[in-house]
C-alpha cells in the first residue's frame, strides 16, 4: 500500500485526513511541529495521533527534518501551514517563512534529492481569489477591488462594480476567476500554487491543488484565536462572552465540512482525472454570520450575547460561495452534509472538548493596534 506523508497532519483537516486515509490502508506518516498557537502548550498530542499512524514532530522550515518525514513516502499532502488570514497582515515573515519556504524547501528535496514520490497534493484556499465574482448590470462579470475604508466607516459594506461603482450581485467563485488575494495570507498561497505547478510540471511528477473553502467540523482548533469563527464563537457562547459581529452581519462564506472536505482530497489522491489540477472544495452554497449565529444558539440551545458593531477588518471579503462544477463533474465529487447537518455534528463535538476562555480578545486587541480592526 502507497506511504503517505502528511505535513500539518496533528491539524484538524490532518488528523481527519489520516484517520480516513488510515482505515483505507493507506500507511500513514504525519510531520508536524505542534504549533502551540494551534495545540495550546498541552504536550499530549502524539496520544491523540491515530493508532497506527506514525507520527514525525518536525517543522517544515527545517529541510533536515523534512527530509527525514519525506523518506520512503509516495505521497505527500502538503498541509503545514500558519492560516490566519487578519493575523497574516502583521507576522509578515512567519507566514512567508512557513507558507512560501516551507513549500519550497519540500519542492527543492524532490527536485533534487532521490525519492519516491508519486504525487504531491497542497491545500491552497479560497483566499487566492480575495473578493470572488460578481455581476453588474451593464458591466457584466467584474471582480471588485478591496473595500475602502470611508465606505465602510459609513456602513457601505457591499462591493461595487470597479468599472462604474454600481450595485452588484454575488456569483460563484469558479477556479478560473482573476487571483487577487487581499491578504498576506492568501498571497503566499498563490505564490504556494504557482510554485508547485510550475516545480511539478518540470519535474514531472503530477500535482493536485485544492482551494478549501472555510472547513469546519469535530476537531477545529478551539484554541487558536486567529482563525475558524465556529469554533470562536461557539466559545464564548459556552462561556456567556459578547460576540462581536463585524460589519453587518450579512457577510457570507462558503462551509464545508469536514468528511467532505476529507473525501475530497482523497478523491485527489487517488484518481489521476485529478493530477495537475486545481479544484475548488466548498459546499456550493453561502450562509451569513447572522445565520451562523442563529444555527450556533440553536445547537448550544443557548441565546448568544451577539452585538453587531459595525466593526470592520480591512483586508477581509465580503461574500464567498465556490463554484463547485469542476470538481463535481472531473472528481464525483458531492457534498454530502449541509450546514444544519453539519453544525450539529460539530456542536455535539464541541460540548465534550474544554472550551476555557480564549485569546479572542487578545487577537482583536492586536489588530486593533496594527490599525487593521476599525
Ligand atoms: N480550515 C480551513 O478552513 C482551511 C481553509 C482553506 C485552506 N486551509 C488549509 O488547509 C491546511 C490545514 O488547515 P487546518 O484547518 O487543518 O489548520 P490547523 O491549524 O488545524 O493545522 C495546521 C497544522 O500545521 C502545523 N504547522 C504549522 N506550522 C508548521 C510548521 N512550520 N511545520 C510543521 N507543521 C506546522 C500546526 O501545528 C497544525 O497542526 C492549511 O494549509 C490551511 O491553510 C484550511
Ligand atoms: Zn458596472
Known amino acids: 500500500m502507497k506511504k503517505i506523508l502528511i505535513t500539518g497532519g496533528a491539524g484538524f483537516i490532518g488528523m481527519n485526513l489520516a484517520r480516513k486515509l488510515q482505515g ?10 505542534l504549533s502551540s498557537q494551534i495545540h495550546g502548550e498541552q504536550t499530549d498530542i502524539a496520544a491523540k495521533i491515530p493508532s497506527g499512524v506514525e507520527f514525525q514532530l518536525g517543522d517544515v522550515r527545517n529541510k533536515e527534518e523534512l527530509r527525514k518525514a519525506m523518506a520512503d513516502q509516495n505521497i505527500i499532502v502538503h498541509l503545514a501551514a500558519e492560516t490566519g488570514t487578519g493575523q497574516s497582515m502583521y507576522e509578515v515573515q512567519k507566514y512567508t517563512d512557513t507558507n512560501i519556504c516551507g513549500t519550497a524547501n519540500i519542492l527543492d528535496i524532490i527536485a533534487n534529492e532521490k525519492n519516491d514520490i508519486e504525487k504531491f497534493v497542497i491545500s491552497s484556499s479560497r483566499a487566492v481569489y480575495g473578493e470572488g465574482a460578481y455581476v453588474c448590470d451593464t458591466h457584466g462579470k467584474v471582480y471588485p477591488t478591496n473595500r475602502s475604508e470611508t465606505d465602510m466607516l459609513k456602513g457601505m459594506f457591499e462591493p461595487t462594480c470597479p468599472e462604474c461603482n454600481g450595485e452588484l450581485s454575488g456569483l460563484p467563485t469558479s477556479e478560473t476567476a482573476k487571483l487577487h488575494p487581499s491578504s498576506v495570507y492568501g498571497i503566499t498561497k498563490q505564490v504556494q500554487e504557482d510554485l508547485v505547478r510550475v516545480c511539478m510540471e518540470a519535474i514531472g511528477i503530477p500535482y493536485v491543488v485544492f482551494r478549501y473553502q472555510n472547513v469546519y467540523g469535530p476537531g477545529q482548533s478551539l484554541k487558536n484565536p486567529y482563525t475558524g ?4 464563537f461557539s466559545t464564548r457562547i459556552l462561556n456567556g462572552e459578547n460576540i462581536n459581529i463585524f460589519e453587518d452581519g450579512n457577510e457570507s462564506r462558503d462551509f464545508v465540512f469536514i468528511d467532505d472536505v476529507v473525501n475530497a482530497t482523497i478523491m485527489g489522491i487517488e484518481q489521476s482525472a485529478a493530477n495537475n489540477q486545481i479544484y475548488n472544495v466548498g459546499s456550493g ?12 444558539e440553536r445547537v448550544f440551545e443557548q441565546n448568544a450575547k451577539a452585538k453587531v458593531t459595525g466593526e470592520f477588518r480591512l483586508g477581509d471579503i465580503r461574500h464567498n460561495r465556490a463554484d463547485i462544477t469542476k470538481i463535481q463533474s472531473e472528481l464525483g465529487y458531492k457534498p454530502s452534509v449541509n450546514f444544519e447537518q453539519g453544525i450539529e455534528s460539530f456542536a455535539k463535538w464541541v460540548k465534550t472538548q474544554d472550551t476555557e ?7 482583536l486587541l492586536e489588530m486593533k493596534e496594527k490599525g487593521l480592526l476599525k
Open 24 to 33: 483505507k490502508g493507506y500507511l500513514v506518516r504525519i510531520m508536524d511541529n
Open 285 to 296: 452554497t453561502q450562509t451569513s454570520i447572522i445565520e451562523v449565529i442563529k444555527q450556533l
Open 229 to 232: 469563527i465556529l469554533s470562536i
Open 357 to 363: 476562555t480564549s485569546l479572542y480578545e487578545k487577537s
